[in-house]
């Protein structure tokens, strides 16, 4: 098993910047493709970035490509998604999730594990 905790939500400014993080534990090793979702109430769970085991493997949903930006630090076990430029459409919990291989997924049912949620609220 595989547990994943998130961090670093809170409320900033439009235009305004967060760095979320995903702290894994259990049963991780450093090639588990991770990605971030998010989901809005009464909205399905979308896809936002993902990462393979390789640093130049990374994918972004097109609402976000060249704001946000998803890292891993291997050592730490950890995840992060830096958003940057933030708008009000970016309101909305984030997830951090992760599958036992290496491939990356766009799809929810696509990811083994999920973390808790973390909210990001963008005031204009």
């Known amino acids: 098993q595989v547990q994943l905790v998130e961090s670093g939500g809170g409320l900033v400014q439009a235009g305004g910047s967060l760095r979320l993080s995903c702290a894994a534990s259990?049963?991780?090793?450093?090639?588990?493709?991770i990605a971030w979702f998010r989901q809005a109430p009464g909205k399905e769970r979308e896809f936002v970035a993902a990462d393979s085991w390789s640093a130049s493997n990374t994918y972004y949903a097109d609402s976000v490509k060249g704001r946000f930006t998803i890292s891993r630090d291997n050592a730490k076990n950890t995840v992060y998604l830096q958003m940057n430029n933030l708008n009000p459409e970016d309101t909305t919990v984030y997830y951090c999730a992760a599958r036992r291989d290496t491939i990356v997924s766009r799809a929810r049912s696509g990811y083994d594990y999920w973390g808790q949620g973390a909210q990001v609220t963008v005031s204009s």
């Open positions: 259990g049963r991780t090793n450093s090639r588990n493709a």
